[in-house]
């Protein structure tokens, strides 16, 4: 029986993810019961570290498929090459394994980021390789899935362009997890971790920085505001300008970060570059900045 508790402190030791106890106790505990994992969350949450981290850590090979409307079955499972076929017939060598095959093969974790941009005719090839672990290859082979073999995707519930909605068939063979934004105490030391903020100046760039995603994610002006990745480029950027005390300087450095991390409400007359700049004020007023 898996240690569940010291699972999850040695993931998150070896692998510096700050946080997540309490998720990594759920995916450790999917994944040793042998059950297909679904992470929903935000951009920017962690969704692709996690599953890195998870893979790594129980030795398996990482597969990783993106997902769009031009994913077509072939693109997951393989295909026969013509010329091959031609000159050698429908044998293995004339066939190129697709990254579902190869996961099932060799024992490894499939990645399926954004599995809700999977077309819903792609969706259906998964369906023997989740529940049954059997993958049929017409004039090839049967491939009966590694015992390593096991699944994760993602899906970002926000998404409503080029999305597809999950078909019941599908979505039943997964269990659900449910990443959000972490605590700002956590957040923080991400930012420091990750922008490699070691001066003496580290601490303080490194709330500013998550102060303000935090409050464009609160604004009544944004639809979607940023995910920790804005606070991270800005402290990083913020750390290279001589003078991280001036104003000017957290200013040009949150626009050039954020601008393109935040969604605006409809009908506003200010710009991107005026909101971040007036949250920006607001924040560096209220901090001990000066």
Not at 150 to 156: C, G, K, L, Y
Request: aromatic residues 6%.
């Amino acid at each position: 029986m898996v240690d569940i508790t010291r699972t999850v402190k040695e993931i998150q030791n070896k692998y510096k993810v700050i946080g997540r106890t309490e998720e990594l106790r759920q995916i450790v505990l999917a994944h040793s019961v042998g059950k297909n994992i679904l992470i929903e969350g935000e951009v920017g949450v962690g969704k692709t570290t996690i599953a890195k981290a998870i893979a790594s850590f129980f030795d398996a090979g990482f597969y990783r498929v993106d997902c769009s409307e031009e994913l077509l079955p072939h693109n997951l499972v393989g295909y026969f090459d013509p010329p091959l076929v031609i000159s050698q017939g429908y044998i293995e060598d004339s066939y190129k394994y697709g990254p579902l095959a190869l996961a099932m093969l060799n024992g490894g974790c499939l990645f399926i980021n954004e599995i809700n941009r999977m077309p819903e005719s792609t969706q259906n090839s998964l369906l023997t390789s989740l529940d049954e672990r059997i993958l049929e290859i017409p004039k090839l082979k049967t491939i009966r899935a590694h015992k390593d073999f096991f699944v994760v995707a993602t899906q970002n519930p926000s998404a409503h362009v080029g999305v597809t909605v999950l078909g019941e068939a599908l979505i039943d063979r997964f269990i659900w997890i449910k990443l959000s934004y972490q605590i700002p105490e956590e957040e923080i030391l991400i930012i420091k971790q990750e922008a490699n903020l070691d001066n003496g100046n580290g601490d303080k760039i490194a709330k500013i920085s998550q102060n303000i995603i935090q409050i464009t994610r609160e604004s009544t002006s944004i639809r979607r505001g940023s995910s920790i990745r804005g606070a991270i480029d800005l402290a990083i950027l913020i750390n290279q300008y001589d003078n991280n005390n001036s104003t000017k300087n957290w200013v040009e450095a949150a626009v050039m970060a954020l601008h393109n991390k935040i969604e605006l409400e409809d009908g506003l007359t200010q710009s991107k570059k005026e909101i971040i700049t007036n949250i920006v004020l607001a924040v560096l007023n209220k901090s001990d900045f000066q």
